[in-house]
Protein backbone atom coordinates (compact mmCIF):
# COMPACT_ATOMS: atom_id res chain seq x y z
CA UNK A 1 0.00 0.00 0.00
CA UNK A 2 1.60 3.19 -0.97
CA UNK A 3 1.71 6.52 1.03
CA UNK A 4 -0.75 9.28 -0.28
CA UNK A 5 0.20 12.78 -0.32
CA UNK A 6 -2.14 15.20 0.47
CA UNK A 7 -1.95 18.59 -1.24
CA UNK A 8 -3.42 22.06 0.14
CA UNK A 9 -5.85 22.94 -1.50
CA UNK A 10 -7.00 25.88 -2.91
CA UNK A 11 -8.37 27.91 -0.13
CA UNK A 12 -5.15 27.13 1.50
CA UNK A 13 -2.94 27.84 -1.18
CA UNK A 14 -4.44 31.58 -1.92
CA UNK A 15 -4.38 31.77 2.40
CA UNK A 16 -0.66 31.32 2.31
CA UNK A 17 0.15 33.92 -0.91
CA UNK A 18 -2.09 36.42 1.05
CA UNK A 19 -0.01 36.27 3.55
CA UNK A 20 3.00 36.42 2.06
CA UNK A 21 1.93 39.32 -0.48
CA UNK A 22 0.71 41.20 3.03
CA UNK A 23 4.00 40.91 4.86
CA UNK A 24 5.58 41.95 1.49
CA UNK A 25 3.27 45.24 1.71
CA UNK A 26 3.41 45.97 5.85
CA UNK A 27 7.45 45.42 5.54
CA UNK A 28 7.63 47.82 3.40
CA UNK A 29 5.66 50.34 4.37
CA UNK A 30 7.32 49.86 8.01
CA UNK A 31 10.64 50.79 5.78
CA UNK A 32 8.92 53.12 4.35
CA UNK A 33 7.55 55.42 7.70
CA UNK A 34 11.24 54.75 9.07
CA UNK A 35 12.13 56.27 6.07
CA UNK A 36 9.53 59.37 5.96
CA UNK A 37 10.86 59.88 9.97
CA UNK A 38 14.39 59.86 9.22
CA UNK A 39 15.29 57.42 11.09
CA UNK A 40 17.34 55.20 7.99
CA UNK A 41 20.90 55.78 7.73
CA UNK A 42 23.26 53.95 5.22
CA UNK A 43 23.79 51.12 7.71
CA UNK A 44 20.29 50.53 8.31
CA UNK A 45 18.91 50.55 5.02
CA UNK A 46 21.80 47.86 4.41
CA UNK A 47 20.91 46.17 6.93
CA UNK A 48 16.74 46.32 6.55
CA UNK A 49 17.93 45.26 2.72
CA UNK A 50 20.36 42.23 4.41
CA UNK A 51 17.22 41.42 6.57
CA UNK A 52 13.93 41.49 4.49
CA UNK A 53 14.92 38.05 2.94
CA UNK A 54 15.16 36.63 6.13
CA UNK A 55 11.87 38.18 7.60
CA UNK A 56 10.04 36.71 4.99
CA UNK A 57 11.51 33.02 5.26
CA UNK A 58 10.19 33.11 8.79
CA UNK A 59 6.40 34.66 7.79
CA UNK A 60 6.56 31.76 5.47
CA UNK A 61 7.07 29.08 8.34
CA UNK A 62 5.16 30.63 10.04
CA UNK A 63 2.14 30.44 7.93
CA UNK A 64 3.01 26.88 7.09
CA UNK A 65 2.86 26.01 10.48
CA UNK A 66 -0.17 28.07 10.73
CA UNK A 67 -1.69 26.45 7.86
CA UNK A 68 -1.03 22.80 9.19
CA UNK A 69 1.00 22.64 5.86
CA UNK A 70 3.72 20.77 8.61
CA UNK A 71 3.05 17.17 9.06
CA UNK A 72 4.48 14.74 10.88
CA UNK A 73 7.42 12.32 9.87
CA UNK A 74 4.98 9.69 8.43
CA UNK A 75 4.37 12.37 5.14
CA UNK A 76 7.75 12.72 4.34
CA UNK A 77 8.96 10.73 1.39
CA UNK A 78 12.20 10.44 -0.13
CA UNK A 79 13.35 11.98 -3.60
CA UNK A 80 14.98 10.63 -6.23
CA UNK A 81 16.45 11.70 -9.40
CA UNK A 82 15.05 9.71 -12.78
CA UNK A 83 17.99 8.83 -14.73
CA UNK A 84 18.31 9.70 -17.79
CA UNK A 85 18.14 6.76 -20.67
CA UNK A 86 20.85 6.42 -22.71
Avoid: C
Avoid at 13 to 25: C, D, K
Wanted: hydrophobic share 55%.
Amino acid sequence: MGNTRISPGPAETEAFRLGIVSSIVLGAAAVGILYWIGAITPVVGYVLAVLFPIYLVFVAVALNVWLNGMQDATALRPVYRTKKPK
